[in-house]
């Protein structure tokens, strides 16, 4: 399948620090996404992307589909502890709507 | 709200046993799926359905198989459980290709 890869891995930041994650990925991706999941829970769709270069933002969050259509970015500004969880990015290519994953960034947000 | 359910939060069962994961979306969406997640492996596609009574494997169907008899309900089966399938499962929808996908609260299966 296709491979998306997600970086950080996991961080590790103060509360009120802006966040920086990304995935990048050989392929084309028709649509980016972005979703957040908490211990024991589904993911939680954060952001949708649809076209090269768009930027969408989501009260603190802001994610932006890269102009090679090949990698997207999120940004959290102002961190604040229930930012804590897992974040994944997922694209999408081809027909009927199938999805690939990143392998997520734990982040962890210190009081 | 976009509203994804899925049966059971918590599964436990024993090897061998035929298991019924069911899913159900208040959408009205054309698409579901059937993921599974697992550390270090991250979400990878079992199932997908694009319409009543169809079908499609993702990229690990072995040892289940799935059942979409009305639009909004999609039924993962595993024929014979194997402690290999222990696992947390998610149920996602969506409305068209390149749509946005909604999931479940997801089935945390224990097989023994």
């Known amino acids: 399948g296709q491979q998306l890869n997600q970086s950080p891995q996991s961080m590790f930041i103060q509360e009120g620090e802006d966040v920086s994650m990304n995935c990048t990925s050989s392929s084309i991706f028709n649509t980016w996404l972005w979703y957040k999941q908490d211990p024991g829970e589904g993911p939680v769709l954060l952001i949708a992307?649809?076209?090269?270069?768009e930027l969408t933002s989501n009260g603190r969050l802001t994610a932006q589909f890269g102009i090679t259509r090949k990698d997207s970015f999120l940004n959290i500004s102002a961190s604040i502890p229930s930012d804590v969880g897992i974040y994944f990015c997922a694209g999408q290519v081809g027909n009927f709507n199938k999805f690939y994953f990143g392998s997520g960034t734990k982040l962890n947000v210190k009081p | 709200d976009v509203k994804v359910t899925q049966s059971s939060r918590y599964l436990v069962k024993r090897t061998g046993e035929k298991v019924f994961l069911e899913c159900v979306q208040d959408?009205?969406?054309?698409?579901m799926f059937w993921y599974r997640q697992d550390p270090g492996l991250g979400l990878r596609l079992i199932y997908f359905?694009?319409?009543?009574?169809?079908?499609e494997k993702g990229d690990i169907p072995e040892g289940y198989s799935v059942s979409r008899e009305k639009k909004e309900r999609f039924s993962l089966i595993l024929e014979s459980a194997s402690t290999n399938q222990t696992s947390m499962y998610l149920c996602?929808?969506?409305?068209?290709?390149?749509?946005?996908?909604?999931f479940g609260s997801g089935t945390q299966l224990s097989v023994l």
């Open positions: 359905s694009y319409d009543v009574k169809m079908k």
């Open positions: 996602a929808s969506s409305q068209g290709s390149g749509e946005k996908l909604f």
């Open positions: 959408m009205d969406h054309e698409n």
């Open positions: 992307l649809y076209k090269a270069g």
